[in-house]
């Protein structure tokens, strides 16, 4: 990412597919493997992530929101 306004949209566009719920994101991340053309390496990804992450442990650790953005008044 190149920068602050990127990770944003990507936080941003995530939020919304998760909200979509799981068939909506398989769906991305089957697009996002497709003009990858490298569905072997995102079902190994998506395996390490099965095997390596839980809802739990993620919550325990924070892991499962984004931080909180801390929002500037500027002066006009």
């Keep these: 990412m190149t920068g602050t306004s990127d ?3 990507l936080q941003r566009g ?3 597919v ?6 909506a994101v398989a769906e991305l991340v089957a697009q996002v493997a497709r003009e990858r053309r490298d569905l072997p390496a995102t ?3 998506l395996d390490d992530w099965r ?4 809802a739990e442990l993620l919550h325990a650790a924070g892991g499962d929101s ?4 801390l929002i500037l008044e500027v002066p006009a």
Excluded: C, I, V
């Design 14 to 16: 995530a939020e919304h």
């Design 7 to 9: 990770a944003l949209r």
């Design 18 to 23: 998760h909200r979509l719920g799981a068939r």
């Design 66 to 69: 984004f931080p909180r953005r």
């Design 43 to 45: 079902l190994k990804l």
């Design 51 to 54: 095997e390596g992450l839980s």
